[in-house]
Each structure stands twice: as structure tokens, then as C-alpha cells.
């Protein structure tokens, strides 16, 4: 019997489905190495985060469950706050330890380390952390704050990637947060003995002030990951050993710091648009090494974002000048519209994918958990995986042929404002974005906009005229459907789950003059 593949999984941060050229053919950023993918690969052309910001989304991908069944109700995992993935939840990464593979995490984290410390002001200075404003001043370390981040940094993380599946890890926590330093397994590598400097907070690079090693710059963060990932694979393909590497890369995230040959590079005025290009060599460089030790044939490849481009770093600047980082879609990260969650999925299986293929199935990225699961030829345990559909049937498919199991897909805004969608339809339980940076919820109101939206994605996957008024059934089947999945704790077949919280699925609280009443419309 053929060994199992391997399978390389790469997490980009903030890239929207149109800043790929294979995407958004009128696009202005080359992306050719991530083409290529697409070009020997499926690509999945509605596929979905499960929410429109970071560590919300990282749950799911790592779990194969919807990340508003935690705690997490809104926003995302904050400074040096407790693991999100409890210590006991069956993970991607635990699934491939149990089958042999060597597990391997490079690159940003973003679900809770557990800092064996508690957090005081010399780890978490007070100061304006809104990237892009002027930075406060640092106070000064003293031999004292020195003496207190040796004591706290060198103690080992409690509930990092190591803790959560992971047999070995080379990265960061969050890249725009402290502390600004590598972390290896369970221990920073080197102890931080400077605030980082106020230069590095300008032009959307870090957000917030705190502990960072001396020299530290963004710069290098793209390269060690390329250069981790070689080391990591060379020695799988010398020990001859199956792997699973997951890479959620720290671009093009903020930090925005292109190294200087990619600075122009673009030809846009765009440093965010240079960073996409590095970014994309990024992705060469690792696809090279698969070659490089013999490994692409046997390797799944798998490249796809966090959630949609983030609008502060430039939206203005790069629509003015042709490129639409959306793709056509409304809205951008944080959002409940389409532009927040809908992200590039590229899949390339040698031999087993029909090169240059496209699906149109909803597709979401819980869906890696179950995916795995069937091609390791393993079940899974009834409380795991519980919103993950296999997406084994899609890539075995020939081209166009619709085999996927999933019904719904659920997304969650920053705001944690829910839409559910099934192949047609989309309905939104908000006036506005759910988000922070496109038309707000309160906007909306003033506005005179409904509470909900209702979409006919097919006939306007631009989401521009919303319906709900005319198909008032439509609406209420579709929120009766979300009650059913959020009180079954899960969306598959199998017992039911609980969730971790009580979950409210309009949060009112938010839409000031708006109460339970206004509801019965529905």
C-alpha cells in the first residue's frame, strides 16, 4: 500500500482573493510562484475563512471547528493572553502525530502562547497602539526591567504550538506585538533587553509597544521562515520520514517590510503591494526546496489566507490605482460582507488533482480536519472536527462535478456579527459590516438600513442589493438554520456537542435602539 501524502500548509496573513493574479486577472501585483500552484492544482473560488480576522480563523483551520464555540466571541486573541485551542481538543497536527508524521509550525501563532507570567507594565508599556499613529515615547530600561524580562522570558510557554500537536516550532507569537523576538518549541531564543524602537511603529509596521531583542527588525522574518522550512523538510527527506508543516506566515500582515530588493518591485506605489511580491518568492523558495529533496510528488500543497485584506494598510491608494485587493467583493478583513472571508484556496495534489482546475463548491477552511482525517484513512472522534467536511471528494472530482457534503457555511465579523450561506444564498445579521473598517453597524442604523441583509450570491455575488424584504421565509428558514447549528454544536453528522459558552447570534448590545422586539419580523 503507497505511503500517505505529505502535506504543506500555507497560511498567508491578510493577502485578499484578488491579489492574486491567477484570481484577478486585472490585478497589478505578479504572483507567479502562488500561480503556479494554481496551475498544477483546484482552485476553490468560494472558499471561506470562518471569520474575517486572525486568530479566530487559526482555531478553525487547526480544529476543524467554528471558532465562535469558544470563548472567543468577538475580536481576536489578545497580548500575551491563554491558549484558545484547550489543551485536550484534537488538532490537525496531534491527527498526523498519532498516524507517524513529523509535525512542524513556521511562522505566527496567534493563539495564545500561555506566558507563565502575569502581565505588568514592563511587558505591556501603556501607550497608543493603533498601528500608524505616532508611537510613544519608551520609558527607560533599567537594570531592574532588564533583571524582571530575564526572570519572565526564560521560562518556557505553557501552551504553544509544542503543547497543541506540534513536534517542533520556529516563529513568533503575533509579529506587530511584543515581545519582539524568536521563539523556538517553548522558549524565545534570545531574552528581549530593549523596548522596540519608535521608528519600527511608523508606516503600518508594529502596533505595540513592549520588550524586543537588540537589532530586532521585520525584515528577517520572511527569510528565516524560507530558511526554517529547507532545514525542516531536508530533514524529513533524509530520515525518510512522512511530515506535516504548517506555515502561517507573518505577510502580508503588518509588519509591511519589504527587504530592499523588493522595495518598487510592484511598480505601484505600495509597499503593502512589494511585500505580496516577497510574500510570493517566499512561497517559491519553499516550493523549490519540496523539489530540492524529492519531495513534490508525494507532497500535498495547500496555500490559502487568513481572511481578506485589511483596509487601513492602503485600500484608497491601490483601488486608485487599479488593483482591488477584494476582488470584486464588498467589504475587507473584519467584515461579515464577502471581501472579510472570502480567501484564495489553491490545492495541488500530484497524480491525484487534475492540473488547472477550478470549483465553485462552498468550501470552508474547517474543512481541513476532516480532509486529513480521509486521507489518512482515520475517524474521527465525536468531539472533534464537528464543522469540517472533507474536501477528499472535490479534489478527486473531475473539473466541475459538485460532490461536496456542505450545506452551510457560518461566518463570523470582528464585531462577531454572524451571515450563514448555502450555495445561493447569504444572510447577514447586521445592518451593516459586522466590521471596523467598512460602513459600520451604527452608520447603518442611522442610515435607516434593516437589521439583516439577505444575498442572492449567485445573480450578486457583489452583494449590492439585499433582498430581505421580499423574501421574508427566506430569512427566517436561514436564521432557524443557524439556531439548529449553533445548539447542535456542530454542523456534522454525529452526536451532539457544546459549545464552550453561551452564543448569541445577534448581539444587540451592539445596535444601540434596536431590541429582542424588532426580531419578531423574522
Known amino acids: 500500500m503507497p505511503r500517505t501524502p505529505n502535506v504543506l500548509y500555507i497560511l498567508a496573513d491578510d493577502l485578499g482573493y484578488g491579489d492574486l493574479s491567477c484570481l484577478n486577472p486585472n490585478g497589478r501585483i505578479p504572483t507567479p510562484h502562488i500561480d503556479r500552484i494554481a496551475a498544477e492544482g483546484r482552485i476553490f473560488t468560494d472558499a471561506h475563512s470562518t471569520s474575517a480576522v486572525c486568530s479566530p480563523s487559526r482555531y478553525s483551520i487547526l480544529t476543524g471547528r467554528y471558532n465562535w464555540r469558544t470563548r472567543l466571541q468577538r475580536g481576536i486573541v489578545q497580548h500575551y493572553e491563554d491558549p484558545l485551542i ?92 511584543p515581545p519582539y523576538a524568536f521563539i523556538e518549541n517553548d522558549t524565545l531564543t534570545d531574552i528581549p533587553t530593549e523596548y522596540l524602537p519608535p521608528r519600527l511603529f511608523n508606516h503600518n509596521q508594529a502596533s505595540t509597544p513592549g520588550p524586543a531583542v537588540k ?41 509591511i517590510s519589504p527587504n530592499a530588493a523588493w522595495r518598487g518591485a510592484s511598480g505601484l506605489d505600495s509597499p503593502y503591494a512589494d511585500f505580496v511580491m516577497e510574500t510570493d518568492a517566499t512561497v517559491g523558495a519553499v516550493l523549490h526546496s519540496l523539489e530540492r529533496y524529492g519531495l513534490e510528488n508525494d507532497t500535498i500543497v495547500i496555500f490559502t489566507s487568513d481572511n481578506g485584506f485589511a483596509r487601513y494598510v492602503g485600500a484608497d491608494q491601490l483601488e486608485s490605482q487599479g488593483h482591488f485587493p477584494s476582488g470584486g467583493f464588498r467589504g475587507y478583513k473584519g467584515d461579515a460582507w464577502d471581501g472579510g472571508h472570502r480567501i484564495p484556496l489553491l490545492i495541488r495534489w500530484p497524480s491525484v488533482v487534475e492540473p488547472a482546475t477550478t470549483s465553485d463548491d462552498l468550501v ?32 478527486r472530482s473531475q473539473g466541475d462535478e459538485h460532490q461536496n457534503d456542505r450545506e452551510f457555511v457560518v461566518h463570523h465579523s470582528i464585531h462577531g456579527k454572524f451571515a450563514i450561506r448555502d450555495q445561493r444564498w447569504k444572510l447577514v445579521l447586521s445592518p451593516g459590516s459586522g466590521g471596523l473598517w467598512s460602513q ?27 433582498l430581505e424584504s421580499s423574501h421574508r421565509d427566506r430569512v427566517s428558514s436561514m436564521i432557524k438554520a443557524l439556531e439548529h447549528i449553533v445548539a447542535r454544536g456542530r454542523t456534522t453528522p454525529g452526536p451532539d456537542q457544546s459549545n464552550d459558552v453561551e452564543v448569541d447570534i445577534w448581539k444587540l448590545e451592539t445596535l444601540p435602539g434596536v431590541d429582542a422586539s424588532a426580531l419578531t419580523d423574522y
Open 364 to 395: 470552508c477552511l474547517s474543512d481541513l480536519m476532516a480532509t486529513c482525517a480521509e486521507i489518512l484513512d482515520v475517524s474521527l472522534p465525536p468531539d472533534a472536527g464537528e464543522d469540517s467536511v472533507s474536501l477528499v471528494p472535490l479534489l
Open 440 to 466: 459600520t453597524d451604527e452608520a447603518a442604523l442611522e442610515a435607516g438600513l434593516p437589521i439583516v441583509q439577505l444575498y442572492d450570491m449567485q445573480e450578486d455575488p457583489a452583494e449590492t442589493n439585499n
Open 215 to 255: 537589532y530586532w527588525h521585520f525584515e528577517q522574518l520572511l527569510p528565516t521562515w524560507a530558511e526554517k522550512a529547507d532545514a525542516f523538510l531536508a530533514g524529513c527527506a533524509k530520515k525518510n520520514q512522512p511530515f506535516f508543516l504548517y506555515m502561517p506566515l507573518t505577510s502580508p500582515h503588518t509588519p
Open 86 to 177: 484547550d489543551r485536550e481538543r484534537l488538532t490537525v497536527g496531534s491527527l498526523f502525530q498519532q498516524k507517524g508524521y513529523r509535525t512542524g509550525c513556521i511562522g505566527k501563532w496567534h493563539l495564545g502562547m500561555g506566558w507563565d507570567f502575569d502581565v505588568v507594565p514592563e511587558v505591556l508599556p501603556a501607550g497608543d497602539r493603533f498601528n500608524g499613529r505616532e508611537a510613544p515615547a519608551n520609558p527607560p530600561v533599567t537594570q531592574e526591567i532588564r533583571d524582571l524580562w530575564d526572570a519572565l522570558f526564560s521560562r518556557p510557554t505553557t501552551g504553544g504550538p509544542t503543547t497543541r500537536g506540534f513536534d517542533w516550532y520556529y516563529g513568533v507569537d503575533v509579529p506587530n506585538w
